[in-house]
């Protein structure tokens, strides 16, 4: 598995580059412009503008490289010309897509690290202005992390447990569309088409029985979130109730869904 995941991270080494250099792209452009504005005492709706261009540029690349790194790229597997490589080489099936698994968790880890920085600028020069004079980007920053995330550390690593959840099922999801829609469809719109629609009918289905299952047990995990003084005016502590049944039917089913997808691999995919 650890040369499955070196040769996949090799082979994205260009797309990556290419992705956090549209994101140091854009996003610097807009910070540029909101400095400039800033020394001059404030940011117009044309400045703003950029902000929202960069936000959405970063925030759209991040979501679909969400599901593809979630997947491992594993469409690139099932019909690029080169599969065969892949396919061919002496590993069982969990550990070809375990190994493209890891290598797009780690792929996606810098797109959402990258994209965190960029809003954590966007948010200081912003919130900056908010609190009014005499707050700079930087004190901003300094509260962001270490008061408001010092005192949300439980929340922090709640919210986490929860995204890797949701990724590991995402993923297993779509990996095990692909392959299923790949073992039985040969023609690839065809197999497209069937692919999207199990993603959807699963994930429906899973996320209604998941509520269902909380509900029923009254299984919760509440997510309280404490704000620090400068954050007052603009909301108040919350709780958040999180159904743990919907977040232990997606662990059982993510497991079930790659056990799935490993088995096609190895006896149903052809080349």
Same mark, same amino acid.
């Given at each position: 598995?650890?040369?499955?995941?070196?040769?996949?991270?090799?082979?994205?080494?260009?797309?990556?580059?290419?992705? #956090? $250099?549209?994101?140091? !792209? /854009?996003? @610097?452009?807009? *910070?540029? &412009?909101?400095?400039?504005?800033?020394?001059?005492? =404030?940011?117009?709706?044309?400045?703003?503008?950029?902000?929202?261009?960069?936000?959405?540029?970063?925030?759209?690349?991040?979501?679909?490289?969400?599901?593809?790194?979630?997947?491992?790229?594993?469409?690139?597997?099932?019909?690029?010309?080169?599969?065969?490589?892949?396919?061919?080489?002496?590993?069982?099936?969990?550990?070809?897509?375990?190994?493209?698994?890891?290598?797009?968790?780690?792929?996606?880890?810098?797109?959402?690290?990258?994209?965190?920085?960029?809003?954590?600028?966007?948010?200081?020069?912003?919130?900056?202005?908010?609190?009014?004079?005499?707050?700079?980007?930087?004190?901003?920053?300094?509260?962001?992390?270490?008061?408001? #995330? $010092?005192?949300?550390? !439980? /929340?922090? @690593?709640?919210? *986490?447990? &929860?995204?890797?959840?949701?990724?590991?099922?995402? =993923?297993?999801?779509?990996?095990?569309?692909?392959?299923?829609?790949?073992?039985?469809?040969?023609?690839?719109?065809?197999?497209?088409?069937?692919?999207?629609?199990?993603?959807?009918?699963?994930?429906?289905?899973?996320?209604?029985?998941?509520?269902?299952?909380?509900?029923?047990?009254?299984?919760?995990?509440?997510?309280?979130?404490?704000?620090?003084?400068?954050?007052?005016?603009?909301?108040?502590?919350?709780?958040?109730?999180?159904?743990?049944?919907?977040?232990?039917?997606?662990?059982?089913?993510?497991?079930?869904?790659?056990?799935?997808?490993?088995?096609?691999?190895?006896?149903?995919?052809?080349?």
């Amino acid at each position: 598995m650890k040369e499955i995941i070196k040769y996949q991270l090799k082979g994205r080494k260009n797309s990556i580059v290419l992705i #956090l $250099a549209i994101f140091a !792209g /854009v996003n @610097a452009l807009a *910070l540029t &412009i909101d400095a400039i504005a800033f020394s001059r005492g =404030g940011i117009e709706p044309g400045q703003a503008f950029w902000t929202f261009v960069a936000s959405t540029v970063t925030g759209v690349l991040t979501t679909v490289m969400f599901f593809l790194c979630g997947s491992g790229h594993v469409r690139e597997l099932l019909y690029r010309d080169s599969a065969y490589l892949m396919l061919t080489v002496p590993r069982r099936g969990w550990e070809i897509l375990g190994g493209r698994f890891i290598a797009g968790l780690a792929e996606f880890a810098l797109y959402a690290v990258a994209a965190a920085l960029f809003a954590s600028a966007h948010i200081a020069f912003f919130g900056s202005m908010a609190l009014g004079i005499g707050h700079s980007p930087l004190e901003v920053l300094s509260s962001l992390y270490g008061k408001f #995330l $010092a005192q949300n550390l !439980g /929340v922090a @690593a709640k919210t *986490l447990l &929860i995204g890797l959840t949701f990724y590991a099922l995402t =993923g297993s999801l779509v990996t095990f569309a692909a392959v299923a829609s790949r073992s039985f469809v040969k023609n690839k719109k065809i197999a497209t088409a069937v692919a999207i629609a199990i993603f959807f009918i699963v994930a429906n289905w899973a996320s209604k029985l998941g509520i269902f299952v909380s509900e029923r047990l009254h299984w919760f995990w509440d997510i309280n979130i404490v704000p620090i003084d400068g954050m007052r005016p603009f909301f108040d502590a919350s709780l958040t109730p999180v159904p743990m049944g919907a977040i232990a039917l997606a662990v059982l089913l993510a497991v079930a869904l790659f056990a799935a997808a490993s088995w096609l691999l190895e006896r149903k995919v052809e080349i």
